[in-house]
T-cell receptor, first 112, second 115 residues
């Protein structure tokens, strides 16, 4: 049972445009959500996070939106740059459990 | 932050053999984890490596198959024992220097192929 789902294995976006990566979850106990970014031959690196008490968190070009009623979060990258080409993982955690539950990742390709 | 190295970066092994993966951190950290990422799948936590005591394994993972050592606060090993093709995965170690699982730093991973 996949508690965190990233339904798009890949996404291609023109440089300068907005990239929107989506993530759905099933466990209503999740109260903290994170996005990690992974380049080939490297481990994932933390990008941005959001607590369930918020619906938006912004850090530079990256914004994460959380819709608790829909159990959905999204990562917006504006404007998209070639260096953003990577695999993006969504992860979630419940306060009662220290473990992070990960999605399968979405490969973002930024076209010049 | 923390800088993490893993050895080997990749290996091709025959079924029935074992492989030990090393994880080295550039600073002392209490929380260290081992993950597996099977092809096309999400990262799955195998175990938490505890210094000075036995690792804590997640459901579906057992010590006989994935023995872990943690001799000090900067080093750990994961052994994949009696390998089968289903063990072909990327194995990653991570640390949480701040003590928060939310901000983990990952090693580059070890890509294992079992033939």
């Amino acid at each position: 049972d996949q508690q965190v789902k990233q339904n798009s294995p890949s996404l291609s976006v023109q440089e300068g445009r907005i990239s929107i990566l989506n993530c759905d979850y099933t466990n209503s106990m999740f109260d903290y959500f994170l996005w990690y970014k992974k380049y080939p031959a490297e481990g994932p690196t933390f990008l941005i996070s959001i607590s369930s008490i918020k619906d938006k968190n912004e850090d530079g070009r990256f914004t994460v939106f959380l819709n608790k009623s829909a159990k959905h979060l999204s990562l917006h990258i504006v404007p998209s740059q070639p260096g953003d080409s990577a695999v993006y993982f969504c992860a979630a955690s419940a306060a009662s459990n220290y473990q992070l539950i990960w999605g399968a990742g979405t490969k973002l390709i930024i076209k010049p | 932050s923390a800088v993490i190295s893993q050895k080997p970066s990749r290996d091709i092994c025959q079924r029935g053999t074992s492989l030990t993966i090393q994880c080295q951190v550039d600073s002392q950290v209490t929380m260290m984890f081992w993950y597996r990422q099977q092809p096309g799948q999400s990262l799955t936590l195998i175990a938490t490596a505890n210094q000075g005591s036995e690792a804590t394994y997640e459901s579906g993972f057992v010590i006989d198959k994935f023995p872990i050592s943690r001799p000090n606060l900067t080093f750990s090993t994961l052994t994949v024992s009696n390998m089968s093709p289903e063990d072909s995965s990327i194995y990653l170690c991570s640390v949480a220097p701040s003590g928060s699982i939310y901000e983990q730093y990952f090693g580059p991973g070890t890509r294992l192929t079992v033939t």
